[in-house]
């Protein structure tokens, strides 16, 4: 098996509704996406997946949330990590042919990160 990352990162604003805590005031995120694939076979050339095509599927579901306000996007739900590594999996399904999404992997701090896969 071959798996394959690509990353993105965009800045975003958000507040966690009900939560009891300082996470529940406005505040903001450099989040750092990862999307991992699986593919079993490369084609004549030694490619698995087409990391180009990844990083566009990847690019056009995150640039909305760029610079915004993430509670804005009422399909994401509550901005949580969880949330947003759930609708970028969710979102990210249709690849090329030959490629399986293993997982998203979203960081919203340099310490702490969510992972969403289906098992
Ligand atoms: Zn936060």
Not at 80 to 86: I, T
Not at 102 to 117: A, D, G, H, L, Q
Request: charged content about 30%; glycine content about 6%.
């Amino acid at each position: 098996m071959y798996r394959l990352r690509i990353e993105a990162k965009f800045d975003a604003a958000h507040k966690m509704e009900g939560y009891q805590g300082k996470c529940s005031n406005l505040h903001g995120h450099t989040y750092k996406i990862e999307v991992f694939a699986l593919a079993k076979n490369v084609d004549s050339i030694g490619i698995s997946v087409d990391k180009k095509v990844l990083k566009e599927t990847l690019q056009e579901i995150t640039e909305k949330f760029d610079h915004s306000f993430l509670n804005d996007f009422k399909e994401v739900g509550n901005p949580s990590m969880e949330n947003l590594a759930r609708y970028i999996f969710e979102n990210m399904k249709a690849l090329p042919s030959g490629a399986t999404l293993e997982k998203v992997r979203i960081w919203e701090t340099p310490t702490s990160w969510c992972e969403y896969f289906e098992s």
